[in-house]
């Protein structure tokens, strides 16, 4: 808990360079440094994350790792939006973000934690927030997952780092194993929901944890964040693929289909290039909707390798980015200079290219930036060009 002192302190240097603060301590006697640096630097980073949690200055954050593990705001949402019942169990609580957003779905839930601190820390604030419905345990899930009574769901998000700090993204690898506690879990809830690292491919995924009825892949800003797989004791024996893409302007975009879709899909081939280049989000382009994309939206693939798009018409709703194509040039440097003669900066992307984003951008000379868009990419032909768009 934090005294008057202490919330007035980090008030007034709330902005401020946390090393910098650090070496200043001398100069503060009478404030604990370590704590005031940890409050400082956990509200500037969940300031945009989970502003819910930023209101409230009481919060107490906990080490910088748990807090870069912790779900946002927008995804913890999400992830209530599909869970319901009356009783809920995260066995890997964490900061707390999941445990609190999914458990307004719930009149019980459990928030399991193997460090005794984030289960202190939890508690505090789950106080602070005003949620009466959950339980805190300090236990490892396994132990607490052994012992516990059935449920309506149980969430986990198994531990991706390592002791030394590195990345973890093998389900083998991480903590708990859940491809070992899997039949545990379909025997102790009727919903089992799984955060997964966005990194993971969705065949691994389904190879991996049979009997999946549903992912989620989750993006925010078009950056992918989260990969959620569900399991429910009624089979399908479909697998159902949500993949969504999250903007500060409430422009969402959303794409569902069945996995098996993709595999019957046919898509139309473009031998020129239309009025509009579309280009997928991140959620859809993990996903792998490739084909089933172009058939639903009448839209035309422009190689089985490079994935994007176009049309004569314009397709509204498309989920990504949509452009109106200006012009389209080959790949020899005569074009090159022919068509760039009145671009001096530009957006560049490529898609199935022999080059890299910067490798071309030093080749053709232009700063980044600016309202041009280029995309070098291969077209069904084989051939390799650069299409010059503006964003629609």
Known sequence: MMDEMMKQFITEHQNNDVR?????????????????????????????????????????????????????ETTAIYKSTICEGVAFVDLTGGFGIDTFFISSKFKESVYVERQKELCQLAEYNFQVLKTQNITVVNAHAEDYLNKMSMVDCIYLDPARRSDSGKKLVFLSDCEPDVENLLPLLRQKAKHV???????????????????????????????????????????????????????????????????????????????????????PNSALMKSGAFKLIAQRLKVKKIHPHTHLYTSDEYISGFPGRTFRIKQNWGNSKKEWKEHLKNIAKANIAVRNYPLKADELRKKLKLSDGGDCYLFACTTIDERKVIIECEKV
Do not use: W
Request: net charge negative; hydrophobic share 40%.
């Open 193 to 279: 929901l799984i955060k997964l690292s966005p990194m993971l491919d969705i065949t691994t995924i389904v190879k991996s944890l049979p009997g999946i009825s549903d992912i989620h892949i989750v993006a925010v800003e078009n950056e992918c964040k989260e990969v959620l797989v569900e399991l429910n004791s009624e089979e399908s024996g479909k697998i159902k693929v949500h993949a969504i893409n999250f903007a500060s302007n409430d422009n969402n975009q959303k794409f569902d289909f069945d996995l098996e879709e993709e595999d019957s899909a046919v898509a139309i081939y473009a031998n020129k290039f239309n009025s509009y280049l579309y280009e």
């Open 20 to 72: 910098l603060l650090a070496l200043q301590a001398k100069r503060y006697p009478d404030i604990d440094m370590n704590l005031a640096i940890r409050q400082i630097s956990g509200r500037q980073k969940i300031k945009h994350k989970v502003p819910l949690f930023y209101q409230s200055d009481d919060v107490l954050y906990p080490q910088r790792l748990s807090l870069e593990q912790a779900s946002s």
